[in-house]
């Protein structure tokens, strides 16, 4: 039996990254085991349907490498993938169901429902449909079809008995059938409710291992008794935990957490997202924890999923990028850094040298304007940072320092990092001091910043001579 996983995403929104993570298990799952992975849009909610988000759902999946085998833009032997395009498909199953007597139409409007709902809450019993128009006699409802009463169509849940399914991370669940509504499954304008379309496509699409959030763990049975009902053989449930923000809080859009895109504009790179979020729930095992998406494949293994809520720990993913930044060649993280020294930086200089300052002091792209803003505009600062213990200087001594600066670097027409460290190196050798005596108040002078990407000397061929020369002789003039 060839493995073949879904993934089945409504276009209501932007890419959770928890519909990404049960993507990449669905993706890592078939491709472990030389299965077929399908994307299926499923658009029966009309009301939520957001315009254009099916398309962000295929360039999200292409751009972090989720290549599907067969998809609503890729085709295959089971389209079409987009439910709205299947809806003859759906009622004649539901009529199927009700020729086996699993489902009934239901012809009662929103008063009888809402009078319903009402007697069970004054009783204090929870609320479900009383099945009713189950037990109409067959030429009354001819007559009310006939006649274009309006109508859904129900499943017919035992009220006996119990219902039961093994899942491969929570295990054997039961459930007693009186306790299940006979939800609607067809809709009264012809359009499937999610239960009966998802079990429906599901099976006509060959889908042997359904990985989903265990959100969907409740309805599961509610499933079993569909698939029972048609006498077909369910799928393999792998239910995987939810991502959590904290252990009581979910991830939200307000907070700017819930969205793959979010996490890109925050300067992640997709790779590390991917990486990161594939450990949310699932343990490969030993110590790695930085995995290609090749490497993924590999180590995935159902066993390793958890049954607990995965927390989103935010310094694990800082930490993960930095690891997938400082793995890049310069080339790479020039071309990635570009943008954000561009943002940070307007006047002309060698982003290469930024960048390869940068390269290992970030750990998301986001950090590098901020670490930058000196140059431009140099910030006022205090006469405090000339003071530093290691390096043995204050602002008088910076001031002296400083002075002696200023003139070897006016004389000098090189202006090279080698060349203006082998001028202050010389420079050092004839006042006999340490390096750090000449190269903190340089640093100060020349950023206003105690911490800065490189020393002196980088910043000084980076701001070039003359905004040097200027801003020495401005820090001089503080100092005095």
């Not at 849009?41 to 957001?50: C, G, M, N, P």
């Not at 315009?51 to 890729?74: C, K, M, S």
């Not at 809450?121 to 006699?137: G, I, T």
């Amino acid at each position: 039996m060839q493995y073949r996983t879904r993934f089945a995403p409504s276009p209501t929104g932007y890419m959770h990254l928890g519909g990404l993570r049960t993507a990449l298990y669905a993706y890592l799952f078939a491709k472990k085991n030389n299965g077929v992975f399908i994307l299926r849009i499923e658009d029966t909610d009309r009301e939520r349907q957001v315009e254009g988000t099916a398309e962000i759902i295929y360039e999200t999946l292409a751009e972090v490498g989720l290549t599907y085998d067969e998809g609503p833009d890729v085709g295959g032997p089971y389209g079409p993938y987009v439910q709205s395009e299947r809806m003859e498909i759906y009622r004649e199953h539901a009529e199927m169901l009700v020729k086996r007597g699993h489902a009934y139409y239901c012809f009662c409007g929103k008063e009888e429902l809402d009078e319903q709902r009402l007697i069970h809450h004054a009783s204090r019993v929870s609320h479900k449909y009383n099945k009713h128009c189950a037990n109409l006699s067959s030429e009354e409802i001819t007559r009310k079809l006939s006649e274009g009463t309006p109508c859904v169509i129900r499943q017919n849940v035992p009220e006996e008995g119990k219902v039961f399914f093994n899942d491969c991370v929570y295990g054997r669940i039961e459930v007693e059938k009186n306790t299940l509504e006979d939800q609607i499954i067809l809709k009264s304008d012809g359009f499937p409710t999610y239960n009966f379309a998802n079990v429906v496509d599901d099976r006509l699409m060959g889908v042997t291992h359904v990985i989903r959030g265990n959100e969907f763990l409740s309805s599961t049975p509610k499933h079993v008794l569909l698939y029972e009902g048609f006498g077909w053989e369910p799928p393999v449930y792998i239910h995987v935990p939810t991502i959590m923000r904290t252990a009581d809080k979910k991830l939200s859009k307000r907070d700017g957490d819930a969205y793959f895109g979010d996490f890109i504009a925050k300067g992640y790179l997709k790779e590390a997202i991917v990486n990161y979020i594939a450990l949310l729930g699932w343990s490969p095992g030993g110590e790695k924890e930085k995995f290609s998406l090749a490497e993924l494949v590999e180590a995935f293994d159902i066993e390793g999923i958890s049954k607990s809520p995965a927390i989103f720990d935010i310094k694990k993913l800082d930490w993960l990028n930095g690891e997938y930044l400082r793995a890049m060649d310069g080339e790479e993280f020039h071309d990635k850094a570009l943008p954000y020294i561009k943002e940070g930086v307007k006047r002309d200089i060698d982003t290469r040298m930024v960048a390869k300052l940068m390269k290992d002091r970030v750990e998301r792209l986001t950090e590098i304007p901020e670490q930058l803003d000196f140059i431009d505009a140099l910030p006022d600062y205090s006469l405090e940072l000339y003071t530093h213990k290691k390096m043995k200087t204050n602002a008088e001594s910076a001031g002296q320092m400083l002075a002696e600066i200023f003139p070897v670097l006016e004389r000098l027409d090189d202006w090279r990092q080698e060349a203006i460290h082998e001028t202050l190196m010389a420079l050092v050798e004839r006042l006999g001091c340490k390096n750090g005596q000449i190269l903190w108040p340089l640093r100060v002078a020349l950023s206003g910043k105690a911490q800065t990407p490189g020393g002196g000397i980088e910043i000084a061929v980076i701001l070039g001579k003359g905004e040097t020369l200027a801003r020495i002789s401005h820090a001089l003039g503080k100092l005095k």
